[in-house]
């Protein structure tokens, strides 16, 4: 269900509701004009509480991004993605593209979280933990707010000429913010092809890796771009997850909102108004000061309603909490809330949509739990060997070729046995036991060789299993072709 903005004002009722141009905001993004150019944002360095929660908490996101694939779990990443040798690692856990059902209900499991965590909070994620309002608001605005000023200082320097003390402030900046998306870009490269490859890469001369410094050339360029020039349209262009939020948020999702029912009339406040004088007039708690408006990083007015640009940052509850501090009312004109408690004077309640999609998400959480518990740590495939036919031996005995490929999912080396327990024959590994380095494959011949007497038929199935030491760790279930029986038919 679509979220609705607050109703439109009719003008034969309302006495108490602010005239607004309903037309303008709706018609185009804050951050481009009617003809599409881009409109600059210098939104002022937030203060308060909220902003002082979410600077300690990017501290601690910081902190674990930055430090994160230098941080090992039985000697393997707390996490890599290594598209390249089709490797990933999760919480030490190594997966390979033979995990892929895991994969499969991973990605589910993911996605069902964003349906249920949107459904409840709303773009909570946004404004709190995702890597780019994190990156941009709490480390290159910032840097931006210490080298040129505030926004009205930006935005003087902006439209001043270019003089040298311009230039340096410029260049500073700049440079920093190179320096920056270089780091950025590592820590990407390092989740991307692990930390002892990127030390390598960079310890190293760079004609040794021109692969890896190409990428971190690249890497370099696009997050300084994005940082430095493209920033909130980022979210509003790039990002697919504003855009479809409308879809999965209600009435009573938790949003950033205005209560226009307690905020409207809107009005300047004149010297020595009391709030009874305001009320007899119609005039609500809302001094149209516009603060909100200019600390908001993508440009908007809240009082406008729920709008797709909207990071839920806090950054406009903050400036609202404090001009009601000096004007002596209640914190919360823009609040953490949900429409239908603001338009009805609800609490927040739990709806049975988010009851519903919880549901799915338990049983998606139970499904991944199952397939992680019983994950083998062994992976293995023993195909017969392509081209090859079965071989007839003396004592009316048959032999197969088998291409046997074993991967170790674990962290440990492993000693691999072969043992074929059904039917009755002989089971011979090229080079005798198989030795597997932790997480790391190996490719061998396998032979079997059976009595006539064992035969089924053209094809007879076989069960081999695998051991490490005493402990079964895998069991393959391969063909074994043969000679046509005579009176089977088969």
């Not at 141009?21 to 944002?41: C, N, V």
């Not at 707010?145 to 270019?162: K, M, V």
């Not at 909102?257 to 009320?279: I, N, P, Q, T």
């Not at 089924?456 to 000679?483: I, M, N, Q, S």
Request: net charge positive; with cysteine; charged share 25%.
């Amino acid at each position: 269900m679509a979220v609705k903005s607050p109703e439109r004002p009719n003008p034969e009722e309302s006495s108490v509701v602010q005239e607004i141009d309903w037309t303008d905001f709706r018609d185009h993004i804050a951050t481009a004009d009617q003809e599409g150019r881009r409109k600059w944002i210098f939104a002022r360095q937030p203060k308060g509480r909220y902003y002082r929660w979410r600077t300690a908490f990017s501290l601690l996101l910081l902190a674990i991004m930055f430090a994160g694939p230098f941080i090992r779990i039985d000697g393997n990443p707390l996490l890599l993605v290594n598209i390249v040798e089709r490797r990933f690692a999760f919480f030490g856990r190594i997966f390979w593209p033979q995990d892929g059902i895991v994969f499969a209900v991973g990605m589910l499991l993911f996605l069902m979280g964003i349906v249920v965590f949107t459904a409840a909070f709303g773009r909570l994620w946004c404004g709190w933990a995702c890597p780019q309002t994190v990156l941009m608001e709490m480390v290159f605005r910032r840097i931006e707010y210490w080298i040129e000023g505030d926004a009205p200082a930006q935005r003087a320097l902006a439209g001043s000429p270019w003089t040298p003390l311009k230039i340096f402030k410029k260049t500073l900046k700049h440079a920093v913010f190179l320096a920056l998306s270089f780091l950025v870009a590592n820590t990407l490269l390092a989740y991307i092809i692990g930390s002892d490859a990127l030390i390598q890469i960079v310890t190293d001369s760079p004609l040794n890796h021109l692969k890896g410094l190409t990428f971190m050339v690249l890497f370099t360029l696009l997050f300084y771009g994005i940082f430095a020039r493209f920033r909130e349209q980022a979210c509003t262009f790039i990002c697919p997850y504003g855009r479809f939020q409308s879809t999965l948020i209600d009435e009573n999702t938790i949003v950033v909102g205005y209560d226009f029912k307690r905020g409207e009339k809107r009005e300047r406040l004149h010297r020595d108004e009391s709030v009874e004088a305001r009320a007899a007039k119609g005039q609500g708690d809302c001094v149209d000061c516009r603060q909100c408006v200019a600390v908001c990083p993508t440009g908007i007015d809240i009082r406008d309603g729920l709008q797709m640009e909207c990071v839920h940052c806090t950054a406009c509850m903050d400036a609202c909490d404090a001009v009601m501090d000096k004007i002596q009312r209640p914190r919360g004109l823009i609040r953490y809330a949900s429409l239908e408690g603001i338009e009805k004077r609800q609490p927040l309640r739990v709806t049975p949509r988010i009851i519903g999609y919880s549901i799915v998400l338990m049983v998606l959480g139970l499904g991944m739990l199952t397939l992680l518990l019983t994950r083998s740590d062994v992976d293995v495939t023993m195909l017969r060997a392509r081209g090859t036919l079965y071989q007839e031996l003396p004592d009316n005995r048959v032999s197969n070729l088998y291409l046997l490929k074993l991967t170790n999912k674990s962290n440990r080396e492993m000693g691999i046995d072969l043992r074929l327990e059904e039917p009755a024959g002989e089971l011979t590994v090229a080079g005798g036991r198989l030795h597997l380095a932790a997480g790391k494959q190996v490719q061998s011949s396998v032979v079997v060789e059976l009595d006539r007497s064992a035969l089924e038929g053209r094809k007879t199935p076989l069960t081999v299993v695998l051991y490490a030491g005493d402990v079964k760790v895998g069991t393959v279930r391969p063909e074994f072709l043969g000679p046509r029986q005579s009176g089977s038919g088969k």
